[in-house]
């Protein structure tokens, strides 16, 4: 419990969507456990840290492993057995897709038998939306038309999503 309150929100729902998207795919922990499975995780936003750094939480031992992106994937990796590839990337807005196209390489390339891709991100604070904003990045009216010719910006959003490869 004390380690789960110090951890960024993104690390605990990937946890979950992860271990979800594995299950349905009909793995289980007990046949993970040891194997060769891949974790590639997309996840940029690390508003966490500010969050952790403003409460008591972040006076905790968990509070720099529960805020640190590059720890993100090994989680999962370490809560299932997983001895496969392992690695959080940060590009930004192509994270998740930077991740999926490494899962896939590492497939091809039998690094591993079963590659478990995510993407995350969560907006904890507005200081990013209001730069962006500021800077005319973003859609004043808050829909995005990519490639479109009523295109003036795009919109942020937050999510998370895992499939299980094979």
Not at 9 to 33: D, K, M, N, T, W
Not at 55 to 66: E, F, L, N, Q, W
Not at 123 to 149: E, Q, R
Not at 150 to 156: K, T
Request: include cysteine; aromatic fraction near 6%; glycine fraction near 14%.
């Amino acid at each position: 419990p004390a380690e789960a309150a110090a951890m960024d929100p993104q690390q605990r729902l990937f946890l979950e969507v992860g271990y979800a998207a594995l299950h349905g795919a009909g793995e289980r922990r007990a046949s993970l456990l040891g194997g060769d499975a891949g974790v590639f995780l997309g996840i940029a936003a690390n508003d966490w840290q500010s969050v952790a750094a403003q409460s008591p939480i972040g006076r905790s031992v968990y509070a720099a492993t529960g805020g640190s992106i590059s720890i993100a994937a090994g989680r999962l990796s370490f809560v299932l057995g997983l001895q496969g590839p392992c690695v959080s990337y940060d590009t930004a807005c192509s994270a998740a897709l930077v991740a999926n196209h490494a899962g896939m390489r590492a497939l091809q390339m039998n690094e591993c038998v079963t590659g478990l891709v995510s993407g995350v991100s969560i907006m904890l604070l507005p200081g990013v939306h209001i730069s962006f904003g500021t800077a005319g990045m973003t859609s004043p009216n808050g829909k995005c038309h990519t490639f479109d010719k009523r295109a003036d910006g795009y919109c942020r959003g937050e999510a998370c999503g895992s499939v299980a490869l094979r």
